[in-house]
């Protein structure tokens, strides 16, 4: 429960139409996709839904002065619990600061509102023929604070990185309202080396560290041209040999991924026209570039996967493109298909482990689900060698809930043993957590020592990222 005093406080400031205290609306906002979320019902105490960076300042130094936790919320469509008030407090809700701010495309930069969602930003910039290159699949929903936050990125990222290469400066509002700018104060340059880099110290600090209020971004001119080639193989490894083939081959596709066995039955069940054949694996490739270095690496990559499969196909035809890459489109809403009365849950989702290992990794996850007797879906980038797993599973069912936990734990400590991570872009938030202290040895504790400065009462969202031990 909030003090009424700061209750009216915070009404004087946004508005007490901004200011959420319906159980039913404060409901909304205490989920994200993650089955910690689900199976909990962490519900702030009041949403505030803001429009300034001066009314986030004033928010937090009232938050400082009360000891209130606060936890900033794009659209909620993060896997980790990032955005949800598991300890009371106010949400902020900064969807509807969502605005383009200045387009300077001479300088391949634009500057925006962290509401502002991902698609609606490429759809603005596209006439002008650029684009923001990293691509969650969430584009339609996630707000780009939310893919600052979590440092986001997507199928193109084996070519084009993450957003943390696109960000060149922040307007930050610490956790005692205060108001800094990273990059530069002035700065329109494309890099820079003054300072230490605070920009990269709160992209992918999941809200614990700041607000962002307002992005500087760098944007690339959208390429002349797509390619795809559609590889199906027999075995899992061979999927594997054929990209690190690819890379030997000194080719850098813009996209690599893979559906296994599973995923391929998900997508057939949810859109049977796809007609995919039966196959272990099936390979994505993605090329871009001008139209002769699109043919031109789309026919070696062809020529390359032919070493381990016959099952190969390329287009540059746009149609056919769509049509190929339907298959991947549909597998995250299909997994759920795979048992009746079911649904797909966010744990042990995320994993990201060194390339070579990815068939292994396929492998233990199968053997995981037949061990759990839970059917799980799984593909992914494996061009960063980032696999995601979906669990299919009875919510409703608490043993099925307790099963699915220690099936998620196992592949969170598979992909440690494979000197991977468990999180290749989904963020620790809550669910990934318990892994730090072994994830990150002693930088943890530097990380710690960081928090502690920047909010030492520890009001911006507290408790995740492992962030409050010793
Ligand atoms: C179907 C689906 C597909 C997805 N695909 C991908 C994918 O391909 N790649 C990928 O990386 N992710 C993916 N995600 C995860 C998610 O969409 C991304 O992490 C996204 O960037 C989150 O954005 P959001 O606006 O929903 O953030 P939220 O979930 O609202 O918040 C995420 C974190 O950011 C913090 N935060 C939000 N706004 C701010 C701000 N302005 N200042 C400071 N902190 C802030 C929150 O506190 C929280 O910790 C997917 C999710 C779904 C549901």
């Known amino acids: 429960m909030l003090a009424q005093e700061l209750l009216k406080k915070i009404q004087d400031v946004v508005g007490p139409e901004n200011c959420l205290r319906d159980e039913a609306d404060r409901f909304c906002y205490a989920f994200d996709s993650s089955l910690l979320s689900q199976i909990n019902n962490w519900v702030p105490d009041l949403v505030v839904r803001v429009k300034t960076t001066e009314q986030v300042a004033t928010i937090l130094k009232l938050a400082n002065e009360y000891r209130v ?8 469509t993060g896997q980790c619990c990032g ?58 929903m996630c707000t ?24 060149l400066g922040l307007e930050v509002v610490l956790p005692t309202g205060e108001v800094i700018t990273t990059g530069g104060a002035k700065s329109r340059a494309l890099k820079s080396v003054a300072g230490y880099d605070l920009t990269g110290l709160f992209v992918g600090s999941e809200g614990t560290l700041g607000v962002v209020t307002r992005i500087r971004l760098k944007v690339l001119p959208i390429p002349e041209k797509r390619g795809l080639v ?37 997508a057939g069940m949810y859109k049977p026209d796809l007609n995919l054949p ?28 032919r070493q381990f499969t016959q099952r190969v196909e390329w287009t540059d035809d746009p149609k056919r493109l769509g049509e190929l890459w339907a298959a991947r489109g549909v597998v995250g809403a299909a997994a759920g298909r795979v048992k009746e009365g079911a649904t797909r849950v966010y744990i042990g989702e995320d994993i990201c482990v060194p390339v070579v290992m990815v068939p292994q990794a396929l492998k233990k996850i199968q053997e995981l689900s037949v061990k759990y007797n839970i059917p799980i879906v799984t593909y992914g980038h494996i061009g960063d060698g980032n696999l995601h797993a979906a669990p299919v599973i ?9 099963k699915v936990k220690k099936l998620g734990d196992e592949i969170h400590r598979m992909a440690l043993a494979m000197e991977g991570t468990t999180t290749g872009e989904h963020g620790v938030g809550l669910t990934r957590a318990q892994y730090m202290e072994e994830e990150l040895g002693l930088s943890l504790d530097v990380m710690r020592r960081i928090k502690k400065l920047l909010d030492p009462n520890n009001i911006l969202n507290p408790g995740k990222m492992a962030l409050e031990g010793e």
């Not at 600052?148 to 290469?165: D, E, H, L």
């Open 394 to 402: 009875n919510t409703y069912d608490q043993e099925e809930i307790e």
């Open 69 to 76: 936790p606060v936890v900033p919320r794009g659209a909620g």
């Open 144 to 167: 780009l604070g939310g893919m600052v936050a979590f440092n986001s990125s997507g199928q193109r990222s084996v070519k084009y990185g993450t957003t943390k290469q696109y960000i």
């Open 278 to 305: 039966d196959a272990e694996a099936m390979l994505l490739f993605e090329v871009d570039g001008s139209p002769v270095d699109v043919t031109y690496q789309a026919q070696k990559i062809a020529e390359i996967c």
């Open 83 to 140: 955005s949800v008030a598991w300890r009371g407090g106010i949400t902020l809700d900064l969807s509807g600061m969502n605005q383009i701010l200045s387009f300077d495309l001479e300088n391949l930069q634009v500057v925006v509102q962290p509401g502002i969602v991902h698609a609606e930003l490429n759809k603005a910039l596209a006439p002008h023929g650029f684009f923001f290159p990293p691509d969650p699949g969430s584009t339609k």
């Open 230 to 266: 559609v590889a199906f193989f027999d075995e899992l490894e061979a999927s594997g040999k054929a990209v690190v083939q690819i890379f030997r081959g000194r080719l850098l596709p813009s996209a690599i991924e893979i559906m296994d066995r599973t995923a391929m039955k998900a």
